[in-house]
C-alpha cells in the first residue's frame, strides 16, 4: 500500500520541475542563436567565445565587439523586460483571479509610460535627475495609476472583471493622451520620446542593465515568494483568509511588487503591450496554475517571447526596425479576443 | 480549552444580520446552529474565522481575544470547511488539500514528507484519496465536499466548523461526515456545524441552538429544544414532533 502511494507522488514531483528546466536551456539557446543575427552573422561558437571574452575583459576582434558591445547588452535587456512583464502579468491575473489583468490592460504601463515621459522630455538635460528620476518617478506614476484604477472599479467590496479591464482602459488612455500632450509640449525631445514610448531596445547597454536588475531582481524574487499566497488567493478571499492568509495587506503588498517590475520595464523600454497577458496565460495552460512554478516559467518563457520579438523587430525590414509594441499588440490582439471569448462570465 | 463568543452583534450596512449572540464550543462537543434561511447562520461562522469583524461583542480562543492572534496561528486550531462554492478550476484535489498545510508551513517552507504523509491520511478518512489528481473542477458537489473536509482536517485544527456542509451530499456522505464528526469529536476536537435538516442536527448535536433573524431563540440539549410549537414559530410551517427513543423527529404536515 505504502509504495503505491508514494510513487506517482514522486514522479509528479520529479516531472514538475522539466518543464522549467527545458525552458530555460531554450533561453540561453534563443540567446546565443538570436546574438548570432544581424548584419552581420555570428556562428554560435563565436558568439560564445565573444561572450567568454567579454566576461574576462579581453574583447579582441569586431564581432566579439559586436556581440558584447550591442547585441547582447540588447537581447539581456530584452529578456529582463520579457521576463518583468510576464512576472507582473502573472501576479496582476493571480492576485485578481483575472486572466485578463496585465500591466498594459491595467493601465498601469501607461501611466508608468507618463511618468518616464514627464522625466525625459523635461529633465533630459539635467543628467543626474535621468538616472535617478526616471525609475523613480515612472514607479510613482505607476503606483498612481493601480490605485486609482482599483478606485474606479471597485463596486462594493468586489472588484468585478469587466470594470477592471474598463477602468484600466480608461485611465490607460488618460494618461497616453496626457503623455501625448508632453509629446507636442516638448518638441525637441518629441522623436525621442516616442521612439522610446512605442517600445524598443535599440538603445540598451549595459548601464541600461545595471538600472533595471536590481528592481527586476527584487520584484521577481518576491513575486516568486508570494506562490502559496497566490495558491490561496485562487479560493477566493475568504477561504484564504480562513487559511491564515492576511489577504488585504498581501494583495497591497503584491501590487506594489508587481507595479515595480512594470514600472521598471517600462522605464528602458517603453510600452510594450500584451506580454504580460499572453505568456502567463499560455503558461497555465501548459503547466497548469500552482504559481510555485507557473511564475518562474512565465519569467523565463516571457524572457524568450521578448527576445524572439525583438529578433523580429530589428530584422525584418533591416537595416530599419520595428517598435516591438507593435509587434506584440499584433501577436497580443488575437489572443485577447480568443480569451474574452473563451470567458463566458465576461460576456455575460 | 475554549472557543468562547460574547454578545456578538453584526450588521451588513443597516441590515442587521446577528444580535447579542453567545457560544461556547469545548473539546469533545458537538455544538449544532439551525434556523430558516438567513436567520444568521454562516454570518456566524464568518466572525467565529474572522472572516468578519463583529461591531461589538467579543471572541476568545483559550482566553486570549481572537483579534489578537495571527490569522497563520488561528489556522492552526480553527479550520472551517465553507460551504460548497467554486474551488479554483485547474487545481487537483492532492493540491487543494495540501492548502490545508499551509498554517503550519507558513508561506515560504516547502512540504515535507510529515504533511504528505498527513493531507493522504486527510483524503483516505474522506473517501477522496482514489481521485487524488483529478482536476478538482471535474468534481461533483459532494466530492468537493468531502475535499474540503479533507483539507480543513489537514489543518489538524482543535476547532472544527463546518458551514452547511451536508447540503451537496447525498444521504449516505450526510450520514458519513456526521458519525466522522463525532468520532472526531470522541477524539477532542470541538465542533460547531450549521445545518438545514433538523432530524440530522437533533441527531448529531450536543447543543443546539436555533436562530431567527439574527437572534438566538432557544438554545439547549436538542431533545429539550425542539418542539411542535417552537418549530412552528420560527419556519412559520406546520410540523408535527413526536419522541423516538428521547430524540425528537421532525415531520412535516405536506
Redesign the interface.
Known amino acids: 500500500m505504502q509504495t503505491t ?1 508514494t510513487l ?2 514522486k514522479r ?1 514531483t520529479r516531472w514538475r520541475w522539466t518543464p522549467l528546466l527545458l525552458s530555460v536551456f531554450l533561453l540561453v539557446a534563443v540567446m546565443v542563436i538570436a546574438s548570432g543575427i544581424g548584419s552581420v552573422s555570428i556562428t554560435p561558437p563565436e558568439v560564445l567565445r565573444a561572450v567568454w571574452h567579454g566576461l574576462s575583459g579581453e574583447l579582441s576582434g569586431v564581432s566579439d565587439t559586436i556581440i558584447w558591445e550591442i547585441r547582447l547588452p540588447r537581447i539581456l535587456l530584452a529578456a529582463l523586460v520579457g521576463a518583468s512583464l510576464a512576472l507582473a502579468g502573472v501576479a496582476f491575473q493571480g492576485l485578481f ?1 483575472n486572466p485578463l489583468a496585465d500591466p498594459y490592460l491595467l493601465g498601469v504601463a501607461s501611466g508608468a509610460g507618463f511618468g518616464a515621459s514627464l522625466v525625459m522630455a523635461f529633465a533630459a538635460a539635467i543628467p543626474l535627475l535621468t538616472i535617478v528620476g526616471l525609475p523613480l518617478v515612472t514607479f510613482v506614476f505607476a503606483l498612481l495609476t493601480v490605485t486609482l484604477v482599483m478606485i474606479l472599479a471597485r463596486q462594493g467590496h468586489k472588484v468585478p472583471m469587466v470594470s477592471l479591464i474598463l477602468a484600466g482602459v480608461v485611465v490607460g488612455s488618460s494618461f497616453t493622451a496626457a503623455t501625448s500632450f508632453i509629446l507636442l509640449a516638448a518638441r525637441e525631445q518629441a522623436a525621442g520620446v516616442l521612439a522610446w514610448l512605442l517600445g524598443s531596445f535599440a538603445l540598451a547597454s549595459w548601464a541600461k542593465i545595471a538600472s533595471v536588475l536590481p528592481f527586476v531582481l527584487i520584484a521577481g524574487v518576491l513575486i516568486m ?2 506562490s ?2 497566490l ?2 488567493i ?3 478571499e ?2 484564504a ?6 489577504v488585504e495587506s498581501f494583495k497591497l503588498g503584491l501590487i506594489s511588487v508587481a507595479t515595480l517590475a512594470t514600472a521598471a520595464a517600462v522605464s528602458v523600454s517603453g510600452i510594450i503591450g500584451f506580454v504580460g497577458l499572453m505568456v502567463p496565460h499560455a503558461v ?1 495552460l501548459a503547466i ?3 504559481h510555485r512554478i507557473l511564475s518562474p516559467m512565465s519569467a523565463v518563457i516571457g524572457a524568450v517571447f521578448m527576445v524572439l520579438a525583438d529578433l523580429f523587430a530589428r530584422s525584418i525590414i533591416s537595416p530599419a526596425e520595428l517598435p516591438i509594441g507593435i509587434i506584440t499588440a499584433l501577436v497580443g490582439g488575437p489572443f485577447f479576443l480568443y480569451l474574452l471569448r473563451r470567458q463566458p462570465q465576461v460576456r455575460s | 480549552m475554549s472557543f468562547i463568543a460574547k454578545n456578538l452583534n453584526f450588521a451588513y450596512g443597516k441590515k442587521v444580520v446577528v444580535r447579542d449572540f453567545n457560544l461556547e464550543l469545548t473539546p469533545g462537543r458537538i455544538s449544532g446552529i439551525v434556523g430558516p434561511n438567513g436567520a444568521g447562520k454562516s454570518t456566524i461562522i464568518k466572525l467565529l474565522s474572522r472572516v468578519l469583524a463583529p461591531l461589538s461583542g467579543e471572541l476568545y480562543l483559550d482566553d486570549k481575544p481572537l483579534h489578537r492572534i495571527s490569522r497563520l496561528k488561528l489556522a492552526r486550531q480553527l479550520a472551517v470547511v465553507p460551504q460548497g462554492g467554486d474551488l479554483p478550476a485547474a487545481f487537483s484535489v492532492q493540491e487543494i488539500v495540501m492548502m490545508g498545510r499551509t498554517p503550519h508551513l507558513g508561506f515560504l517552507t516547502a512540504e515535507t514528507k510529515t504533511d504528505h504523509d498527513i493531507t493522504e491520511q486527510a483524503m483516505r478518512r474522506t473517501d477522496t484519496w482514489v481521485f487524488r489528481s483529478r482536476p478538482v473542477d471535474t468534481l461533483s458537489g459532494g466530492e468537493r465536499q468531502r475535499v474540503l473536509l479533507a483539507r480543513a482536517l489537514a489543518q489538524e485544527p482543535e476547532y472544527l466548523l463546518l458551514d452547511e456542509t451536508t447540503n451537496h451530499l447525498d444521504l449516505k456522505y450526510q450520514l458519513e461526515v456526521l458519525s466522522f464528526v463525532r468520532q472526531e469529536a470522541r477524539r477532542g476536537l470541538a465542533v460547531l456545524v450549521i445545518l438545514h435538516d433538523l432530524n440530522l442536527a437533533v441527531r448529531a448535536c450536543d447543543h443546539l441552538l436555533l436562530m431567527q433573524q439574527g437572534r438566538v431563540v432557544a438554545g439547549g440539549l436538542p431533545a429539550e429544544i425542539i418542539t411542535e410549537a417552537l418549530v412552528r414559530d420560527v419556519y412559520q410551517t406546520k410540523v408535527q414532533v413526536f419522541k423516538q427513543d428521547d430524540t425528537p423527529v421532525i415531520l412535516p404536515e405536506i
Open positions: 502511494a506517482p507522488r509528479l483571479r515568494l508570494s502559496r499566497a495558491n490561496l485562487q479560493l477566493g475568504e477561504q483568509l480562513q487559511l491564515g492568509l492576511p497555465r497548469g496554475p500552482d
